[in-house]
């Protein structure tokens, strides 16, 4: 291996292993909502799963709101708000859907949305 190319392999090694917390919540969100839409389209046939996937989901939506609530976090009032908002959301419905009283879709909306959020925020 030449020079150039040993430089360019360690480069490119080092610099995915420096994440911004940006660039880890937007992995994690989205493989909660992959893992979501998946187990959602086999809700009938693996019920388990889904219940699983929702607690995920609702488990991570916990953490955003700790995070939110602490005095640290430097998201704007309104942006901190407005997340707040979709927690309790998320929190309240997963306890619908788990009752059989309403659908997935705007859990998996809300996911998508903060996600396109944080790529947007990330390519600033």
Known sequence: MNAHAYARQSYASSAQAVKTP???EFTIL???TK???VNARKRKTDFPNFVQALEQNRQLWTIFAKDLADPDNQLTPDL???LTELADFT???TMRILSHK???K???EINASVLR???DGANT
């Open 22 to 24: 940006r660039n880890i």
């Open 30 to 32: 989205a493989r909660v």
């Open 35 to 37: 893992n979501l839409q």
């Open 80 to 82: 901190k708000q407005n």
């Open 91 to 93: 929190h309240r419905h």
């Open 102 to 104: 309403a659908s997935v």
């Open 106 to 108: 705007p859990l998996l």
């Open 117 to 119: 959020g944080l790529q």
